[in-house]
């Protein structure tokens, strides 16, 4: 028997629409749940995105780990954003905002050049049949938009367990000019120490399948030549 979705936030809805961010701009509405004295007080804040975050068991444990970095959780399904909606209202983590929509868009769309310091796509659906390759996330577009979008220095963290998909993102990630290997001569490691599992991730673990963990960074253009 299917369980009956829930509708009702228990605290502050942390959802944002397209409009929201484009009118009010990051800063302010993270700042509209936190109290004047802190807005006031603080430093510039980190901002980081989570792309698909599934369960939202990741995006929940970095935002509880780092109170003082603004997280952005983006997912294409509105049942997931919505539960993952009532599971931040219910821990009230005021350091969260989601959106629903594609990630593509959003980047292009909400984030200024150099305005996040990481961004995270945690096994995303490989679409394993090669007429649906296509439809990955990771594509050439997407990774410079991603570049784009970071500060100096900033991270791109990507893991699959999808042995071509990965061969896919090792390609794209290296053909793209304002991103170096942050694990070379490694093209990426098979665990990270530390790395806070998703639930997915412990699903594949379970069953061995291969962990690929990819992380680029940004650095100034000029270092490129």
Known sequence: M????????????????????????????????????????????????????????????????????????????????????????????????????HAQAALKQLFRPGSLSEIWLNFSDPWPKARHAHRRVVQAPFVADAARALEVGGLLHVATDDVRYAHQIGEVLAAESTLFNHYAPWPFLNDVPGRTRTGYEEQWRAVERPMHFFVYATAARAEFG
């Open 2 to 101: 299917s369980r009956t979705l829930k509708y009702e936030i228990p605290g502050d809805d942390p959802r944002l629409s397209f409009a929201d961010v484009v009118a009010t701009g990051w800063d302010e509405l993270f700042a509209k749940t936190r109290s004047p004295r802190a807005a006031d007080s603080e430093t510039p804040r980190k901002r980081v995105l989570e792309i698909g975050f599934g369960r939202g068991e990741f995006l929940l444990e970095m935002a509880a780990r780092s109170p003082e970095v603004d997280f952005v959780g983006i997912e294409i399904s509105f049942k997931r954003t919505l539960k993952m909606a009532r599971k931040v209202a219910r821990a009230k983590r005021t350091n969260i905002r989601l959106i629903e929509g």
